[in-house]
């Protein structure tokens, strides 16, 4: 029984206590039990009118819930692809041949010539007379700093580009690299990355008579110099390489570099074959300088599909030296390339 109900129950029983004192002596004395009856019918009606006008608890509309203290967390991984850029970009040149010029020519000193390469547009935007040909480092035998394409050149097609020269007038080797530039000012080449420059490489003798060359492309790594000694590097070019190699040559990006040490030449080959075939070679150099020594990597063995490749061997150097290179083939026929002549000054 809830406070209210024990409440109307005094009431009640007070009420009737009340009203049977309140009785004439003369009257009867009324039943107990008929009393409390009447009293409890009476508290029934109180307690059923009470019931009608109190208001019932309702459930808030918007129920309160107390959040569960569990920590949200993600993860993801992500994955970098690598991306082939030498199969997507849009300007890129390959390499064809030397219509003029190949590689080692002997000129006497002051004598012009002209520098004739066949390229081919293997990219996917078509050259245009916006497009350029540039010098870009070496020695630039009084050539023009660039010179414009003459035609459109499609993708797939051909084009032949030619350079006035001129050998400079000391006896020695010179090598000038130029590069293609497209109308946004941006270089381009051959190679797998389409930055490697083409070049022209000459000897300056008093006879001026040709030399017999072969040619070709390649690439691997080279690591530092640094020992005691001197070498000899034969000038001469081996048995050509038969139905097997068309050509292998031989060239270096900045072969009078003066600056900080330890420096990193990069000599580029290029290697043409007629049919596929596994090689052995190797990079071979000499030093000029007393009491120095070129470390040198051990030959590589590689196959290669017939056609041109082009590869890099790339030899750094702590210390002040002047030197020549070549590359060697020594299986499955003996080659070897030209001969080309650096010199480094560190500052």
């Not at 007038?169 to 420059?197: C, E, H, M």
Request: glycine share 6%.
């Amino acid at each position: 029984m809830n406070n209210k109900m024990r409440l109307v129950w005094a009431m009640l029983a007070g009420l009737a206590i009340l009203l049977a004192s309140c009785r004439s002596k003369a009257e009867p004395t009324p039943d107990p039990k008929a009393v409390f009856t009447a009293a409890a019918e009476t508290a029934n009606a109180i307690m059923t009118e009470m019931a009608a006008i109190t208001p019932t608890a309702k459930p808030s509309d918007t129920p309160t819930i107390t959040p569960t203290a569990t920590p949200i967390t993600s993860t993801a991984t992500l994955t970098l692809t690598p991306v082939a850029l030498a199969g997507t970009l849009a300007d890129r040149a390959e390499f064809v041949a030397d219509v003029t010029v190949p590689d080692g020519m002997n000129y006497a000193g002051g004598s012009a010539f002209t520098k004739t390469w066949r390229l081919k547009n293997i990219g996917t935007s078509t050259w245009t007379t916006a497009y350029s040909l540039v010098f870009q480092s070496g020695t630039q035998m009084a050539g023009p700093a660039s010179i414009p394409l003459q035609g459109d050149v499609p993708p797939g097609q051909t084009v032949d580009i030619s350079v006035n020269l001129t050998a400079p007038s000391t006896v020695g080797q010179y090598t000038g690299f130029w590069i293609l530039r497209n109308p946004l000012g941006k270089n381009f080449g051959v190679g797998v990355n389409a930055d490697l420059p083409i070049y022209v490489l000459i000897n300056v003798t008093s006879a001026g008579t040709p030399a017999a060359t072969s040619t070709a492309t390649l690439s691997a790594s080279a690591t530092t110099a640094v020992a005691t000694g001197t070498g000899t590097v034969s000038a001469t070019t081996a048995a050509a390489g038969g139905d097997i190699i068309s050509k292998v040559s031989l060239s270096v990006d900045n072969p009078n570099f003066t600056g900080a040490c330890p420096h990193i030449f990069v000599f580029p080959v290029q290697l043409v074959l007629n049919k596929a075939a596994t090689l052995t070679f190797s990079l071979e150099a000499v030093s000029n300088t007393p009491g120095f020594t070129f470390n040198l990597p051990s030959p590589t063995t590689a196959e290669f599909d017939a056609g041109t490749h082009n590869l890099n061997y790339e030899l750094t150097i702590n210390n002040s030296v002047s030197g020549y290179a070549r590359v060697h083939v020594t299986s499955p026929v003996d080659v070897v390339s030209n001969q080309v002549s650096f010199v480094l000054t560190c500052q």
